[in-house]
């Protein structure tokens, strides 16, 4: 396994940025938001879509599909059960009661056009995670061929803080196909365009976010969904 991971190590050329906000507003609305969009199911997962546009905000072109409520990490009951066993849970972390392995958690494919994107928003003690993946061919001769993304949340007490962090996988190779250039140059000069691509697709991540906290939205979900706005834009 080890030689394996090492392997893979050598072959993938990943490059990953990070950037840190702080805004003065709480995650508490959120989690509110979340419990109260599990309430207006009613226990069908049929309705799990619309808690998560409500989550996204604007979705413009694109559509959410097979959305799933995990509790602790589980799917598990019927889907009354589930929802039930959410708010619970929801209404634990909101009263600083809950364990520290207590989660709830959102998943759900957002369709752009023909690209499936992961998107998965998880409620912990004390933080939200707002995570997205997305598959390629990207970028020029769809050498971009994975994206991942995740801004996570924190609770301190003069607000939230927030760590964005966007991971490219990209090809050099002569031959889109290979993962890796031969020429180590090459590898330098692939792997700077791409940092700075990533770097600007934050900083207007990171301008969403506070522009949307300010508004009295989730500063997390709206930076992570700025950010694919950004990368799409370059990369489709």
């Known amino acids: 396994m080890t030689v394996l991971l090492l392997t893979l190590a050598i072959l993938a050329t990943d490059v990953g940025r990070t950037r840190t906000l702080a805004v003065p507003r709480s995650i508490e609305r959120t989690v509110l938001q979340l419990g109260v969009g599990l309430l207006t199911t009613y226990g069908d997962e049929a309705r799990l879509p619309d808690v998560a546009k409500v989550m996204e905000g604007d979705l413009g072109i694109a559509t959410i599909r097979d959305a799933r409520l995990l509790v602790d990490g589980q799917r598990t009951g019927s889907p009354l ?116 691509e990533l770097d600007a697709a934050l900083v207007g991540a990171e301008r969403e976010g506070r522009r949307m906290s300010a508004r009295g939205h989730d500063a997390a979900l709206a930076a992570t969904g700025r950010c694919i706005d950004r990368l799409l834009a370059i990369w489709k």
Do not use: M
């Open 81 to 196: 059960r589930r929802v039930l066993g959410g708010l619970a849970t929801l209404g634990l972390l909101v009263l600083d009661l809950a364990d520290s392995g207590d989660s709830v958690e959102l998943r759900y494919t957002l369709w752009w056009r023909w690209l499936a994107i992961q998107r998965s928003v998880v409620v912990q003690e004390g933080q939200i995670v707002s995570r997205a993946a997305l598959s390629g061919p990207l970028g020029p001769q769809g050498r971009v061929k994975r994206i991942w993304l995740t801004a996570r949340a924190t609770e301190t007490p003069r607000g939230t803080t927030i760590r964005l962090t966007a991971t490219a996988r990209v090809h050099t190779g002569l031959c889109a196909r290979r993962s890796r250039s031969r020429c180590r140059l090459v590898n330098q000069l692939a792997a700077a365009a791409i940092a700075r």
